[in-house]
């Protein structure tokens, strides 16, 4: 993806906020702030370099290894992230988010000792979510308002993640110099990677009360630009020569898939009152 089509998508996302809150303190009750945990399952490829015998195997299908071949009951799907919305009415959303997301792997050739590595990826992308039902305050089924509803989302967004990948084991207790259970996307040596995706969402959301609303959502990410592989390159001139950098990588279009399940606790900063109905 070139820098340029990077800069256009980036300052659409930026400039969401402005068009989203433009005369927010008139309408603070729509106005919404959330914080999310989860998990996350980022599929590539099993075999990154065409050809070769290297495979990869992500960390949540290390239940598949036996004891003895598995380096370690590595942790690396969870997830945690931010968000900021703007409720229009009570079918129309729209959410930008920011999601950082750990993975790991485990990669070798046949016959060959293992090495496991951490990498990091950090998602902001903007989203328009849809009520399925009129979402209210409390449940009116005579005015044919819910509390709890369905929702579908869709919008755009970028993954931005480290083209070289964190050793963390190769079987003979030698880990990387830049070794840490939790790496950052950037800084010395991380040379940072970006890939364009839309976001596809489902789930339900309930209102807990005027205030407070929790969301459970599952959102899948399809991935556009054939140069991506978040994975990243594993080439470490100490520990590792034999691995692949990230030039050296099999990228195709398709290859790239990322599903994250979360819990969302959101929040807003007035009373509800639209679609309120009031007696006296």
Not at 89 to 98: A, P
Request: one cysteine or more.
């Amino acid at each position: 993806m070139s820098k340029t089509k990077v800069l256009a998508v980036l300052v659409i996302l930026v400039s969401m906020p402005m068009v989203m809150f433009a005369g927010f303190t008139e309408h603070m009750d729509r106005l919404e702030f959330g914080v999310s945990t989860g998990i996350g399952f980022y599929v590539g490829q099993r075999s990154p370099v065409e050809g070769s015998g290297l495979m990869r195997v992500q960390a949540y299908d290390a239940i598949g290894f036996n004891g003895a071949e598995a380096i370690n009951s590595w942790p690396g799907i969870e997830t945690f992230g931010f968000m900021v919305g703007y409720r229009f009415d009570s079918r129309w959303h729209l959410n930008l988010q920011t999601v950082r997301q750990r993975v790991a792997f485990e990669e070798w050739n046949v016959g060959e000792k293992h090495s496991s590595y951490y990498n990091a990826m950090w998602h902001l992308d903007a989203m328009a979510e849809f009520n399925i039902l009129p979402l209210g305050n409390k449940a009116s089924s005579g005015q044919g308002f819910y509390n709890i509803v369905p929702y579908v989302g869709a919008g755009l967004g970028l993954t931005m993640y480290n083209k070289t990948a964190t050793l963390r084991n190769n079987q003979m207790d030698v880990y990387g110099d830049r070794n840490t259970m939790y790496p950052r996307v950037g800084g010395e040596d991380n040379e940072v990677g970006v890939g364009a995706y839309l976001p596809l969402s489902v789930g339900a959301k309930w209102r807990v009360h005027d205030n407070v609303q929790l969301k459970a959502t599952f959102q899948y990410q399809l991935y556009l630009t054939p140069s991506t592989n978040l994975g990243g390159g594993t080439y470490d001139a100490e520990y590792a020569t034999d691995r692949p950098t990230y030039d050296e990588l099999t990228k195709k279009f398709g290859s790239d898939h990322n599903c994250l399940f979360s819990l969302s606790a959101i929040f807003n900063l007035g009373k509800w009152y639209e679609d309120r109905v009031i007696t006296y």
